[in-house]
């Protein structure tokens, strides 16, 4: 037996949908994109969706659009995949690293105690598919001038009070990935939502080497019909159409999938009730909806979790640990980023372990990994 924490689930019908792309005329930039971004904009509640190469390209135009250079200061957490911070790196701009709440969430209290003049932008993270604090974050925003982009791609489907993570209600940007692990795959893929226009239109050019082929956008008048304008550094950051046509069958199956993950979520919170005295969770509040991208277990003592971990693993089971703080890999210490910069972080990356969580995990899998784990931790 070999279980992962995460993995994809695809269905006959979705490489169906993938082989009649194959057979069409238009293999990128034909109309699948822009199907796909049409009903991922309908999903989540937003005006307007521009879909790319993965998530990573996401952030980064992302934080382009919203004018991240040398200078900038943006606030996020480190409790967070590399991308989340990187993509402020790639604009020049410098990251600053907020600690986060006992949830594991970036603290609103910790973003004020981070401010500065020079503070431009806040990238929080739904982190597992928990809502952050986006109430009280938008108020920070509002105040300092701030813009935000939600890095959602742990959370397509989870909601904030009345909103769905993505509609931007919130926000500026929502960014989103399609990476086998993610709630939907497109093999690699991402998306960034927006009610925007100009950032909208904006972002279609970078995505696309910032060259635009609209005439109401030239800054010089031409009429020659194959006329074109560069007018950003973009880059090539487009999704194929193959990959839109698999994006579009998965989305359609994505209520499904949350349902099966939060049904093994309940079973899990379940099984834990038992285990009181060795193991934390982290539930949904009242005004929460939690999407579980993962299901993150903290352990009271510590010094238990390698060897969970490596008895897990033994057995089959392959967790992870999601994440190591952002600052702790030598890129950024080289940056100068100290040990003990955010001791609440660090304090939670030493006790967590993401389990399995996927909809395509059986129940048998499921009971398997229960009974591993009751075994270690009687
Ligand atoms: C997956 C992920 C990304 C990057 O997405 P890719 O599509 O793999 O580039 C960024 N941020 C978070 C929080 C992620 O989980």
């Not at 904006?202 to 995505?207: A, E, I, K, P, S």
Request: glycine residues 6%; negative net charge.
């Amino acid at each position: 037996m070999k279980i992962p924490y995460g993995k994809q689930w695809i269905l006959e019908e979705d490489i169906e949908k993938v082989t009649d792309i194959l057979k069409s005329n238009y293999l990128t930039t034909g109309p699948a994109v822009k199907d796909f971004e049409k009903a991922f904009a309908e999903y989540v509640g937003a005006k307007y969706a521009i879909a790319v190469a993965n998530g990573t390209a996401a952030l980064h135009l992302a934080a382009k659009a919203l004018g991240v250079q040398a200078g900038s200061d943006i606030i996020t957490t480190p409790m967070s995949f590399a991308a989340t911070s990187n993509c402020v790196l790639y604009n020049s701009g410098n990251p600053i690293f907020a600690d986060i709440t006992e949830r594991g969430l970036i603290d609103p209290f910790e973003i004020e105690k981070n401010l500065t003049e020079k503070t431009e932008g806040i990238i929080p993270v739904h982190y597992m598919g928990l809502p952050s604090e986006l109430e009280e974050i938008s108020k920070i925003a509002k105040e300092n001038n701030l813009f935000i982009i939600e890095d959602a791609c742990h959370s397509i489907g989870a909601k904030y009070k009345k909103s769905s993570i993505g509609d931007c209600k919130f926000s500026d940007l929502a960014v989103f990935s399609f990476h086998p692990v993610k709630h939907i795959t497109t093999g690699e893929g991402g998306i960034i939502t927006t009610n925007n226009e100009e950032l909208f239109s904006l972002l279609q050019d970078l995505r696309t080497h910032g060259i635009t082929k609209d005439n109401s956008k030239f800054k010089t008048k031409h009429n020659e019909p194959w006329y074109q304008e560069m007018q950003h550094l973009g880059y090539n950051y487009r999704l194929t159409d193959i990959q839109a046509a698999l994006g579009l069958s998965q989305l359609s199956k994505i209520d499904q999938f949350i349902k099966r993950r939060r049904e093994i979520a309940a079973i899990y919170f379940e099984f834990f009730m038992d285990f009181e005295d060795s193991v934390e969770t982290i539930p949904e509040r009242e005004h929460e909806f939690h999407a579980y991208h993962l299901f993150v277990i903290k352990l009271k003592d510590s010094m238990k979790r390698e060897e969970l971990f490596n008895y897990l693993q033994k057995r089959g089971v392959y967790c992870q640990v999601h994440y190591i703080p952002i600052y702790w890999h030598p890129y950024y210490r080289e940056l100068g980023f100290k040990e003990k910069l955010c001791p609440k972080t660090e304090d939670f990356y030493e006790r967590i372990i993401s389990l399995p969580m996927y909809p395509a995990l059986t129940v048998e899998e499921l009971d398997y990994v229960l009974s591993s784990l009751k075994k270690f931790f009687k």
